[in-house]
């Protein structure tokens, strides 16, 4: 009896008969150590380390003279802590307030807490203002020392910086009070305060003691005007064309 023996090829031998003693199966495709993938994703920019700041209305303006406090926690009687401008913040001042030159910009402030309802911030701050500048008499031209002391008073809540929606201010109508600042971000803006106050406390028209303009300049320059403004509207009348028109066909 004869035993033939199967021919059956086993799934793990090759289709073709090995001619060397070294056999690898054959990779599928997109299998294996010799497939590749290629992204063809879009490539990215990473932002620059200090974006260029956008001008317009969004742009937020960094205050010339600043000192952030925090509003809490403060003790009951209130912090006191004196706040003086540097050279360089004198300088920004006196650029933003249009003055000849700033030589001081100090002031001793309280931060106060105020009492109110739950989950509220409300602080008060007060202080006096110690101000010496060097401006411009309107009159003489001429410099004009300045020194100015002003007391501020204004408070500031938490409430005030939520939408119109989301908190409710206790204002009252006839009060002379101005309603609070906010608080942004838990801190206050001393420094922005005073800034503020002296903004105030500046007259628009710094005179010299003593300095007057005479009834006579002030008339002289009102009849110059007047003069001025009735032969420019003499000029540019119809009936100045008209009368130049008629002289032109008479020397004809």
Do not use: Q, Y
């Given at each position: 009896?004869?035993?033939?023996?199967?021919?059956?090829?086993?799934?793990?031998?090759?289709?073709?008969?090995?001619?060397?003693?070294?056999?690898?199966?054959?990779?599928?495709?997109?299998?294996?150590?010799?497939?590749?993938?290629?992204?063809?994703?879009?490539?990215?920019?990473?932002?620059?380390?200090?974006?260029?700041?956008?001008?317009?209305?969004?742009?937020?303006?960094?205050?010339?003279?600043?000192?952030?406090?925090?509003?809490?926690?403060?003790?009951?009687?209130?912090?006191?802590?004196?706040?003086?401008?540097?050279?360089?913040?004198?300088?920004?001042?006196?650029?933003?307030?249009?003055?000849?030159?700033?030589?001081?910009?100090?002031?001793?402030?309280?931060l106060r807490p105020l009492g109110g309802r739950r989950g509220v911030v409300r602080v008060e701050l007060t202080g006096t203002l110690e101000v010496e500048a060097l401006r411009t008499c309107v009159v003489t031209l001429?410099?004009?020392?300045?020194?100015?002391?002003?007391?501020?008073?204004?408070?500031?809540?938490?409430?005030?910086?939520?939408?119109?929606?989301?908190?409710?201010?206790?204002?009252?109508?006839?009060?002379?009070?101005?309603?609070?600042?906010?608080?942004?971000?838990?801190?206050?803006?001393?420094?922005?305060?005073?800034?503020?106050?002296?903004?105030?406390?500046?007259?628009?028209?710094?005179?010299?003691?003593?300095?007057?303009?005479?009834?006579?300049?002030?008339?002289?320059?009102?009849?110059?005007?007047?003069?001025?403004?009735?032969?420019?509207?003499?000029?540019?009348?119809?009936?100045?064309?008209?009368?130049?028109?008629?002289?032109?066909?008479?020397?004809?």
């Amino acid at each position: 009896m004869s035993i033939r023996r199967s021919r059956r090829r086993r799934r793990d031998s090759p289709p073709w008969p090995a001619t060397s003693g070294l056999w690898r199966r054959r990779p599928t495709p997109g299998h294996g150590p010799t497939s590749r993938t290629v992204s063809r994703a879009t490539p990215t920019r990473s932002p620059p380390p200090n974006p260029p700041r956008r001008k317009g209305l969004a742009m937020t303006v960094a205050p010339e003279f600043s000192r952030p406090l925090p509003a809490e926690p403060l003790p009951p009687r209130g912090r006191t802590l004196t706040v003086e401008a540097d050279a360089d913040e004198r300088a920004a001042l006196a650029d933003r307030f249009d003055l000849d030159r700033l030589d001081r910009f100090a002031a001793t402030v309280t931060l106060r807490p105020l009492g109110g309802r739950r989950g509220v911030v409300r602080v008060e701050l007060t202080g006096t203002l110690e101000v010496e500048a060097l401006r411009t008499c309107v009159v003489t031209l001429k410099p004009l020392p300045c020194t100015i002391t002003e007391s501020l008073m204004r408070r500031f809540s938490s409430a005030a910086d939520d939408g119109p929606g989301d908190a409710e201010l206790d204002i009252d109508p006839d009060s002379d009070e101005d309603p609070p600042d906010p608080i942004v971000d838990g801190l206050i803006d001393v420094g922005e305060a005073l800034a503020e106050a002296f903004g105030l406390a500046l007259d628009p028209h710094p005179r010299a003691p003593g300095a007057e303009i005479s009834d006579e300049a002030l008339s002289a320059g009102a009849l110059g005007s007047d003069s001025a403004s009735e032969s420019e509207s003499a000029a540019s009348s119809p009936f100045a064309a008209l009368a130049g028109l008629g002289s032109a066909r008479r020397n004809r």
